[in-house]
């Protein structure tokens, strides 16, 4: 059986319990290992490593990225996630699970940062990548090979070896002859895990494994599932495509393909980031105009920041309110040119706000971008009805530049710190 030295890259004939090269006893083995060309890759707690990377301090303590006694978890550490935490779980019962946990804020804009470290490096593999979030993405690597001398799995052990030594972060590694299977297998063995499912086990694999595993089945799907008697996999391929149309609708077919492992969606580079977004949850529920203006437009510079590193602008701009029974408020408005300005954004919102019925208790506050394209800095061109739009572009952009040279906070807004 072939394997991979996954320290030192080493091709072995066979699997032994050491690499020959290195002695390193990180290999991988499989007898489809040098022909699958499918990968997801997703790095391992992304935002949490970020933070112990940027603050050594942290490397050997639990981490949670998040924040407040009402917010909820964006993620944290392995640390962390053996106590029992994990991500979107409120942030009281995460401190209850792991008391000792060191608890940041999120910083979207490092995040952004390293992922376009990331993204550089998948891009000298193949033009064949569908990003999926910051940190995760698959990769379609047929014909490949040749170009870089070296089959799929090679390359993939070498990025995740490159991500590590130069972002500083770890990632995990799935590998199959699908997207479906590929994504599975990345999540089998984290961290710094780097997984196997070949064709001609794929059955056997699947069978006693839930349908939970089914990216896309939430708890409602899983509920809609279990009560048709469907837990496993082996479940689910008794069923004929018909019935299982006739009992979930659209979803059936899909259902019936992924019970046998078959998944014919192919990796799509084009595929659209649909929208920008961060919400907070408060402490205690706030009525204060003054106060959400506050939270409004930070909401709007966390946005805009994420634009910006991910160079993209939108044109429709969302608001949205939790009341304090939980009841949701959303308004949205469509702009004549498309933004990826805080000021913008946060005019928007805060005419949104205003135009509400009503000034709260609430609970939890958000501001969205989405309809997203490729910047082009849009917001330079002279708006008739606000003459000093242009002025606030150039002012904010200024300000982004003094803030890349000398820190974040170099430059701070007075509503912010309302």
């Not at 499912?197 to 509920?223: H, N, S, Y």
């Not at 004929?240 to 009992?247: E, I, K, N």
């Not at 300005?341 to 919102?349: C, G, N």
Request: hydrophobic share 40%; proline share 7%; with cysteine.
């Amino acid at each position: 059986m072939p394997s991979l030295c996954r320290s030192c890259l080493t091709i072995h004939d066979d699997a032994p319990p050491r690499c020959t090269a290195c002695n390193s006893p990180r290999l991988i083995a499989h007898p489809e290992l040098f022909t699958l060309s499918i990968a997801h890759m997703d790095c391992d707690a992304f935002f949490a490593s970020v933070e112990k990377r940027d603050n050594p301090e942290l490397r050997d303590k639990p981490v949670i990225v998040g924040g407040g006694t009402r917010g909820v978890v964006s993620t944290c550490c392995y640390l962390a996630r053996i106590r029992g935490v994990r991500s979107a779980m409120p942030m009281f019962q995460a401190r209850k699970l792991c008391p000792e946990a060191v608890v940041v804020p999120p910083r979207m804009q490092a995040y952004a940062d390293a992922s376009r470290q990331i993204r550089a490096l998948m891009d000298r593999l193949t033009p064949a990548i569908e990003p999926l979030s910051l940190d995760e993405a698959f990769l379609d690597l047929r014909g490949t090979a040749a170009l870089h001398r070296a089959p799929p799995a090679v390359m993939m052990a070498r990025l995740v070896k490159q991500i590590e030594d130069e972002v500083g972060v770890t990632a995990s590694i799935g590998l199959s002859h699908n997207k479906f299977l590929a994504k599975i297998a990345s999540d089998l063995d984290k961290p710094r895990g780097f997984s196997v499912i070949g064709q001609g086990e794929t059955l056997d694999f699947l069978a006693p494994k839930p349908v939970r595993m089914i990216w896309g089945i939430g708890p409602a799907g899983q509920e809609s599932l279990e009560r048709a008697g469907i837990r496993t996999f082996s479940d689910l391929a008794r069923w004929d495509a018909q019935a299982l149309q006739t009992r979930f609708g659209a979803m059936g077919s899909r259902l019936w393909h992924l019970a046998r492992g078959q998944d014919s969606r192919p990796v799509a580079p084009d595929r659209a980031l649909k929208g920008i977004s961060n919400e907070t949850t408060f402490e205690t529920d706030i009525s204060d105009p003054d106060l959400l203006d506050g939270h409004i437009w930070r909401m709007a510079e966390k946005v805009a920041s994420r634009a910006k590193a991910q160079d993209v602008e939108g044109r429709s701009v969302t608001l949205k309110l939790r009341r304090a029974n939980f009841s949701l408020i959303t308004r949205s408005r469509t702009l004549a040119t498309p933004t990826q300005l805080a000021d913008v954004l946060y005019r928007t919102a805060r005419a949104l706000f205003d135009a509400l019925p009503e000034n709260g208790p609430f609970r939890l506050l958000g501001v969205g971008l989405s309809d997203l394209r490729p910047a082009a800095q849009s917001d330079s061109q002279t708006d008739l009805l606000d003459p000093d739009a242009p002025r606030r572009a150039g002012a904010e952009r200024a300000a982004d530049e003094i803030r890349a040279r000398f820190g974040k906070d170099a430059i701070i807004k007075g509503r912010s710190l309302r």
